[in-house]
């Protein structure tokens, strides 16, 4: 499909484990956004990227966290030494450019669960 | 900081009833308003949009007005279908910035 795709759809793993989640943004968008939804709330900024730059990652909640866009398409998000807090749903979103008139268009999401 | 409040959930009305999801935002320049939607196993989606005060933003029968001088951006739909079961979410992007901050989002059930 034309869509954004992430993978894995679901991913459970213990406390203390690293995890990768992908996400394969619409062809040819610029901007490349990484949220996250708790159970019951909004998605919640993390970070986001133009081309392969990273613009702004004040959404990362600590160290823990990292994102990468190597190529300017696919990016990960990197989760270290997993936390039962972490657990909850995350979300890519690209748009055509950037600017906050662009609509970001969203994912089905990754959902996370630490054991 | 920006910030959206929207009305809590669940709300449910019958088939055909009038709706109103009411939405207030908090911002420090003039953002975009957003209205996205994700229906049950889906995705997000946006339902509508609104750049600037006095725009209304429409899709679906779903319409939205941007008000400045109440800092509103409530969501109206006439007539509603039982598929417009859904939760919405109400958010804003401040000019520049190209993070989107969402509200809480509101879970709509439509009974036949």
């Known amino acids: 499909g034309a869509g954004v795709s992430q993978s894995p759809r679901y991913k459970v793993t213990k406390r203390g484990q690293d995890v990768a989640l992908r996400c394969d943004p619409i062809?040819?968008?610029?901007?490349l956004y990484w949220y996250r939804q708790a159970l019951g709330q909004g998605p919640e900024f993390l970070t986001y990227?133009?081309?392969?730059?990273?613009?702004?990652k004040s959404g990362l909640p600590n160290d823990r966290f990292s994102a990468e866009r190597p190529e300017g398409s696919i990016s990960t998000l990197t989760i270290q030494r997993t936390e039962q807090r972490d657990s909850a749903m995350y979300r890519c979103?690209?748009?055509?450019?950037?600017?906050?008139?662009?609509?970001?268009?969203f994912g089905d999401g990754t959902r996370l669960s630490i054991l | 900081g920006n910030s959206v409040t929207q009305m809590e959930g669940p709300v449910t009305l019958s088939e055909e009833a009038f709706l109103t999801i009411n939405c207030t935002y908090t911002a420090t320049g003039y953002p975009s308003l957003f209205w996205y939607v994700q229906y049950p196993g889906e995705g997000l989606q946006l339902l509508l949009k609104a750049t600037k005060a006095d725009d209304k933003g429409s899709n679906k029968g779903f319409e939205a007005t941007y008000r400045k001088e109440t800092t509103s951006f409530h969501l109206e739909k006439g007539s509603v279908q039982v598929s417009d079961s859904a939760v919405y979410f109400c958010a804003l992007s401040d000019r520049g910035d190209d993070k989107i901050i969402f509200g809480k989002g509101t879970r709509l059930h439509i009974l036949p």
């Open positions: 990227f133009n081309y392969e730059a990273q613009q702004d």
């Open positions: 979103a690209s748009s055509l450019a950037a600017g906050g008139n662009q609509p970001q268009h």
């Open positions: 062809s040819g968008h610029v901007s």
